[in-house]
């Protein structure tokens, strides 16, 4: 086989995968991120008051989903590398619909803490298990495209879930219930649904795809394993040694300011756009403020395509990392002192751009260097620990507004821990440039 005929079925057979795979693992990906933060949409539309929930109680319930979620993280990743994809993910979507859409009926602080609780629980391993999916189906080099693609979704939830959760909201009355319980219904529904059929859809494996045929089969599988075996020792490390690894710990710390930042965001978006009101005298009914939230997400969707297409050209480097975090470090404390409503959306525009613009890139760096039953554990280790921040994010921030009145104090958390993981991945980049020429100088020694 010459070059140009390997070329033409490696495109194949990475456009198959980017078509056949990739949309249906980021609608499950939508799904899962609209559920997790539908709490943001209900909050400032009726379920804070009919609740009694203060600033810190909504923080509270925002963020204990992140306790579960921890917990379980690990463990349901290894489970998901034991028994594959393809039962596992289906497995996950289906309880986590289940208990979201108990959401519906939930009537005390005490209920909506324990489903927020057992909503963490039921998604763990979701999110890992989807990233470890989808890099076992195609080889580095093509990665940073592939999870861009799939990275879509999270920005996409807002454009398109905002809007939606609006229109849901705005059905008070539906069924007897109120309007933020009808969108906890409207949007647990399509979880159970899209999960039962990924369990016919998902195949574990290049092998067992029926829709690519034999070359490309035997490509996809030749450069997959051959990528297993050029990486270092450290890719065959066990489970155990995971826990012990320096890199792994310093991408934890790294991933926790963007998540810090992605759901200070998330939850409390939909309330800062509520106060513009009493902040500049503007107000906008429930479908404009869910058009408004949606806004910085459109942004940050075309940013992170673009951003991820040349990291793919370029291959990914330490500054398609690093130069975001320190973008949305800068940008989200001074959303705070815009002067209008456009100049404070168009601010935390640019603070989503950044987030999402590194997330993808930074989810190449653990394959680099592991695979296997390890890979699983970092991947699953390096989202536990950066949820830490999930639940940080929430109640802190609901915390911070309690105690000083306002969000002020609250970004400037954000942006401190968003320069952090900017200074973080410089850092590690330093730390494994020196560990390379080492290598390289005992190795011409020899």
């Not at 899962?32 to 539309?45: E, K």
């Not at 020792?233 to 810090?260: D, E, K, Q, T």
């Not at 001074?334 to 100049?343: D, G, K």
Request: proline residues 4%; aromatic residues 14%.
């Amino acid at each position: 086989m010459n070059v140009t005929e390997q070329q033409a079925i490696e495109k194949s057979a990475i456009r198959k995968v980017s078509w056949r795979l990739v949309p249906f693992v980021a609608l499950m990906f939508f799904i899962n991120f609209l559920d997790r933060t539908a709490i943001s949409f209900a909050g400032p539309n009726g379920m804070t008051q009919d609740l009694g929930l203060s600033a810190a109680q909504f923080g509270l319930a925002s963020g204990i989903f992140f306790i579960g979620y921890i917990l379980l993280e690990v463990p349901s990743n290894l489970a998901l590398h034991r028994y594959g994809a393809r039962k596992w993910l289906a497995r996950i979507m289906v309880s986590w619909g289940i208990v979201s859409l108990l959401f519906t009926w939930v009537s005390s602080i005490e209920g909506l803490y324990t489903l927020r609780l057992l909503l963490g629980i039921a998604e763990a391993g979701f999110f890992p298990g989807a990233i470890l999916f989808l890099s076992m189906w195609v080889p580095a080099q093509h990665r940073s495209k592939v999870l861009s693609l799939f990275y879509l979704a999270q920005p996409l939830t807002v454009v398109l879930g905002a809007p939606l959760a609006a229109a849901l909201i705005e059905q008070h009355g539906l069924f007897g219930l109120s309007g933020w319980r009808v969108m906890f219904l409207g949007v647990s529904l399509p979880a159970i649904i899209i999960g039962i059929i990924a369990w016919f859809y998902l195949v574990d494996s290049p092998r067992e795809a029926k829709w690519l045929n034999k070359q490309e089969k035997e490509w996809l599988t030749h450069a997959l394993e051959k990528e297993h075996r050029q990486k270092s020792p450290n890719g065959h490390a066990s489970v155990r040694s995971v826990m012990f690894n320096g890199r792994v710990w310093m991408l934890c710390l790294i991933y926790f300011g963007f998540i810090y930042g992605l759901y200070a965001l998330a939850f409390f978006l939909p309330t800062i756009i509520s106060g513009f009101q009493q902040q500049f005298g503007t107000s906008f009914n429930v479908i404009e403020k869910g058009l408004i939230t949606g806004v910085p997400y459109l942004f940050a969707a075309v940013v992170m395509y673009f951003w991820s297409k040349d990291a793919t050209r370029r291959g990914c480097k330490t500054w398609h990392i690093a130069l975001p975090a320190l973008t949305g470090a800068i940008s989200v404390p001074l959303a705070l002192y815009m002067e209008s409503p456009m100049a404070t959306i168009l601010m935390i525009s640019i603070t989503a751009s950044s987030i999402f613009a590194a997330l993808p890139n930074f989810w190449t760096l653990p394959t680099q260097f592991l695979t296997g039953a390890s890979a699983a554990a970092a991947i699953a280790l390096i989202n536990t620990l950066g949820n830490v921040a999930g639940f940080s994010a929430g109640y802190l921030t609901g915390m911070l507004h309690d105690a000083t009145g306002g969000y002020t104090v609250a970004m400037m958390v954000v942006g401190g821990f968003m320069l952090l993981s900017s200074l973080l991945m410089l850092l590690l980049n330093a730390k494994r440039s020196g560990f390379q020429s080492a290598h390289i100088a005992q190795e011409q020694s020899q």
